[in-house]
């Protein structure tokens, strides 16, 4: 089974700017979550979707926001960027494994904003 | 809302040396607990999970972590590790029922050494 993909794993942008960030999961998962990790802060939930809704939602601005779509593919959307959302973004996408919910994680989008 | 603590950011070791990786949780609900390895510029990958049952949880590369429900805690050991092993170390929970919306320690940067 292929893994989660995340695309792009690099990019740069300038504050201001918007970026989307694009994650396909592990076939048959329907749930995909997004994480910001940054050396400072660590590893934080941003949202999960499930079957194209967003079931949880961590503590971010709206500047920050998510979709997914019928073929569970999600994307994250980051609008006025900051220098401060520079980060790693993970995707994870979890469902049923043997019997048991597991979440697997992408290589992440390094997004660095100058 | 649940929370984790790794108590150690950083631990050095010599190769074939047994090593433990301490974590203990905080929550109001039954809980699951993860281990996840991040190697550099890579994502996470699973060690090891505990969801019900046997406390005493194996992994892979050899990993194992016992759940001690009574102390909160959940502490990785490996009885000798391998050069190969560097690499960040989070400990993470969620709310029993999913694994979509995890809670991640700080982080524990295991270095092997010869």
């Known amino acids: 089974k292929a893994g989660v993909t995340q695309t792009p794993r690099y990019l740069i942008k300038t504050r201001g700017q918007q970026v989307t960030l694009s994650c396909s999961p592990i076939?048959?998962?329907?749930?995909v979550s997004w994480y910001q990790q940054t050396p400072g802060q660590g590893l934080q939930f941003l949202f999960e979707y499930f079957s194209e809704t967003q079931r949880n939602k961590g503590n971010f601005p709206g500047r920050f926001s998510g979709r997914q779509f019928s073929n569970s593919r999600s994307e994250m959307n980051v609008s006025t960027l900051e220098l401060g959302d520079s980060a790693l973004y993970l995707c994870a996408s979890s469902g049923v494994t043997g019997g048991t919910d597991t979440q697997y994680f992408g290589p992440g989008t390094r997004l660095t904003v100058l | 809302a649940q929370s984790v603590t790794q108590l150690d950011s950083q631990v050095p070791v010599f190769e074939e040396a047994p090593v433990e990786l301490r974590c203990n949780y905080s929550?109001?609900?039954?809980?699951?607990l993860f281990w996840y390895v991040q190697y550099p510029n890579q994502g996470l990958q699973l060690l090891l999970k505990y969801l019900s049952g046997s406390t005493l949880v194996k992994g892979i590369n050899g990993f194992e972590a016992e759940f001690n429900k009574s102390q909160t805690s959940f502490h990785l050991r490996k009885p000798s590790v391998h050069i190969s092993d560097t690499a960040e170390y989070f400990c993470a929970v969620s709310e029993a029922g999913t694994a979509s919306k995890l809670t991640f320690g700080t982080g524990t940067r295991l270095q092997v050494t010869l």
């Open positions: 076939s048959g998962h329907r749930s």
């Open positions: 929550s109001s609900v039954s809980v699951y």
